[in-house]
C-alpha cells in the first residue's frame, strides 16, 4: 500500500475509535435519559423515599451525594494544591520525592472498597466520627487526592522556568512568585483535576458503603455526624436487594439519571470555570 | 588583572569558585566593576560569563547543586555572607534576561510587579512609577495608550525594553543584562544600546555579549572570560585596541570563539 494511503487508514481508524467511545457514551446516556425520565417528577425529586423505596422520592439521597461531594472536594483540593506546590516548587529532588510521587500514583490504583476499609478503620472506628458525612467525605477525600494531586503538579510543571526566574530577580520570595506568578496560570490544569475528581466521589460506592451510607433514612442530615442516604448506593440497593426489583426499575433509572445530571452539573460549573480562569490568565 | 579604575567601585569579586555540582565553571574570578559605567562581558560560549553575572544578584542560588566559594561584594559587603537579605539584595540589583520574559498580565501590571511585591500597594504610586520606568526605558509614547493590554501582544523589540522597564520600577543602582540584545533585529538592538547609553548616568551595568562590536560601541570597561578565568580585565579602549594577553587578542581578531 502506498504511504498516502497507510496514513489515511490510519487516520480512519483513530477516528473509528474516537466515534466509537463517543458512540458508547451517548447510547448510555440515551438509554438512562429514556428510562429514567418516565420516573422523574417533582415528588420524585423533593419527596421522601416510602415502602422501602418503592415510592416516594429521593431528595434524602441528592442532598446526601451533594453533602458528601462537596466535603470531598472541600478536604481534598487544598490538600492537594498544596501537596502539588511543594512537590513541584519547595522539594528537593532527590530519592526522597521520587519514592513519595511513587506511593502517590500506586494510591491511585486502590481499590475503592480498600478505600472504604480504611476509611471504617480510621474515621468510623479508630477517630470515633461514626457512619457520618464526616467519614464518608474524608475517605471519599483520600480517593480521590492522586488525581488533583498528579493533574496539579503537571499544571505547574507547565508553567516555564522564565516566568519564576523574572519574577525572583526582582526580589519577590519564592511564594510571592509562586502567588503571583504561577499559581494563576496552573489553575485551569488545578480545576481539570477536581472535575475528575467530582465525578469518582459522586459516583463511588464502596467507600460510602462502609462510611455513611444508610439505605433508609428518609429525613435530611442535620450536621456532619449524621449518616445520609446516598445517590449511587440506593441506586445498587434498589437494583439488587430490593425484594421486587422489576416494580422499582424506573426508579433506578430515575436515581441514575438523578445522579448523572448532578455530576454532568458539577462538571459543567466547573469547566466554566476553567475557562472564565483561562481567559483571565491567558498565557 | 587590574585595571586603572575610576574612583568608586560598585562590585569587587575575590577569589571567586564556582561550582555546579562536581563541575568547576569559574576559577579564581577577581575583578572590581567601578561604578556607573558600562562593563562588558565578553568571551566564548560556555566560558562562565552568565554564569559569573548571576553570582552578583545570586541567581545561581535557585540551581540546585551550585556551589560558590570566595567574595562577591558590593558596596563594600559580602553578599554571601551568612545573614544577607536575598531580597534586598535583587532590589539593588536588577537583571535582564537573555530571553525576553514578559509576564502574561498587562504591561502596566508588569512594570507594577517589582513595586508591588515590594509593598507599594496604592494605584496613583504604582501608575506614577510605571510612567517614569516605562519613560525611562524609551518605551512610554508606544505604549501609553495601552497599558492595560497583554505584554504578549508586543513586539520582540518591546517586548525587551518593557523588561527593562520592569527592572528600573525597582529602583535598583545595578543593572544586571545577559545578551539583552541578542534575540532582536539590527534596528531593536541600536535601540537598546541607546537605552544603555542613556541609563549608564545613573546605573552601574554590566552587560553579557557575545557580540564584539556590540562591546566596543556600548562599553566603557571590558572583562574577557575564558574557560571559567578571567584572562583580562581593563578599558575597552585598551583591551580592543592593546590587548595585553594573547589570548585575549586571538579572541577579538577572530582567531576562535
Known amino acids: 500500500m502506498s504511504k498516502a494511503r497507510t496514513e489515511r487508514a490510519f487516520f480512519w481508524l483513530m477516528r473509528g475509535a474516537t466515534y466509537f467511545i463517543v458512540l458508547a457514551i451517548a447510547y448510555i446516556i440515551l438509554d438512562i435519559v429514556r428510562h429514567g425520565l418516565p420516573a422523574i417528577s417533582w415528588r420524585f425529586l423533593t419527596g421522601f423515599p416510602q415502602k422501602s423505596g418503592a415510592e416516594g422520592g429521593i431528595l434524602p439521597a441528592i442532598v446526601g451525594t451533594s453533602c458528601l461531594v462537596i466535603g470531598a472536594i472541600v478536604a481534598a483540593l487544598p490538600v492537594g494544591m498544596a501537596s502539588a506546590i511543594y512537590l513541584s516548587e519547595y522539594a528537593r529532588q532527590g530519592a526522597f520525592v521520587r519514592t513519595l510521587r511513587l506511593a502517590i500514583v500506586t494510591l491511585a490504583g486502590v481499590p475503592s472498597i480498600v478505600f472504604g476499609l480504611f476509611g471504617l478503620g480510621l474515621f468510623v472506628l479508630f477517630l470515633g466520627f461514626g457512619a457520618s458525612i464526616l467519614s464518608g467525605s474524608l475517605t471519599l477525600a483520600c480517593m480521590i487526592l492522586p488525581t488533583i494531586i498528579v493533574s496539579s503538579e503537571e499544571a505547574l510543571r507547565a508553567v516555564p522556568q522564565s516566568l519564576r526566574e523574572g519574577s525572583l530577580a526582582l526580589g519577590a520570595t519564592k511564594w510571592q512568585t509562586i502567588y503571583e506568578n504561577v499559581l494563576p496560570y496552573s489553575l485551569p490544569g488545578m480545576l481539570t483535576g477536581s472535575i475528575l475528581g467530582v465525578g469518582r466521589a459522586a459516583g463511588e460506592t464502596a467507600p460510602i458503603l462502609l462510611t455513611v451510607a444508610a439505605f433508609f433514612l428518609p429525613k435530611l442530615p442535620r450536621s456532619v455526624f449524621d449518616q445520609v442516604m446516598a445517590l449511587p448506593y440506593h441506586l445498587y440497593i434498589l437494583a439488587t436487594q430490593h425484594p421486587d426489583v422489576e416494580k422499582v426499575r424506573p426508579m433506578q433509572y430515575g436515581t441514575a439519571l438523578v445522579l448523572l445530571v448532578l455530576v454532568l452539573g458539577v462538571s459543567l460549573g466547573a469547566i466554566v470555570l476553567r475557562s472564565h480562569f483561562r481567559r483571565k490568565y491567558r498565557w | ?257
Not at chain 2, 525594553?161 to 520600577?169: K, P, Q, S, V
Not at chain 2, 566603557?220 to 572570560?225: E, I, M, P, W
Request: proline share 5%; aromatic share 8%.
Open chain 2, 1 to 257: 588583572m587590574t585595571a586603572n579604575s575610576p574612583s568608586e567601585v560598585k562590585i569587587e569579586v575575590e577569589g571567586l569558585n564556582f561550582f555546579y555540582g562536581p563541575v568547576q565553571a569559574l576559577f579564581d574570578v577577581a575583578m572590581r566593576i567601578p561604578a556607573r559605567q558600562v562593563t562588558a562581558l565578553i568571551g566564548p560560549s560556555g566560558c562562565g560569563k552568565s554564569t559569573f553575572l548571576r553570582t552578583v544578584n545570586r541567581m545561581n542560588d535557585i540551581i540546585p547543586g551550585a556551589r560558590i566559594e570566595g567574595k562577591v561584594l558590593i558596596d563594600g559587603r559580602d553578599i554571601y555572607a551568612n545573614g544577607t537579605d536575598v531580597v534586598t539584595l535583587r532590589k539593588k540589583v536588577g537583571m535582564v534576561f537573555q530571553k525576553s520574559n514578559p509576564f502574561p498580565k498587562s504591561v502596566f501590571e508588569n512594570v507594577a510587579y517589582g513595586p508591588r511585591i515590594h509593598g507599594a500597594a496604592a494605584r496613583p504610586a504604582l501608575a506614577e512609577i510605571v510612567e517614569r520606568s516605562l519613560r525611562r526605558a524609551g518605551l512610554w509614547d508606544e505604549v501609553k495608550d495601552r497599558l492595560d493590554a497583554s505584554a504578549l501582544d508586543l513586539s520582540g523589540g518591546q517586548q525587551q525594553r518593557l523588561c527593562i522597564a520592569r527592572a528600573l520600577a525597582i529602583g535598583p543602582e545595578i543593572l544586571l543584562m545577559d545578551e539583552p540584545a541578542s534575540a532582536l533585529d539590527p534596528r531593536s538592538t541600536a535601540r537598546i544600546e541607546d537605552l544603555i547609553g542613556e541609563l549608564r548616568r545613573d546605573y552601574t551595568i554590566v552587560i553579557v555579549t557575545h557580540n564584539m562590536q556590540q562591546a566596543a560601541r556600548v562599553s566603557d570597561f571590558t572583562a574577557f572570560f575564558y574557560e571559567g578565568q578571567l584572562i583580562e580585565f581593563g578599558r575597552t579602549k585598551q583591551i580592543f585596541t592593546m590587548p595585553r594577553e594573547k589570548q585575549t587578542e586571538d579572541y577579538i581578531t577572530g582567531r576562535f570563539g
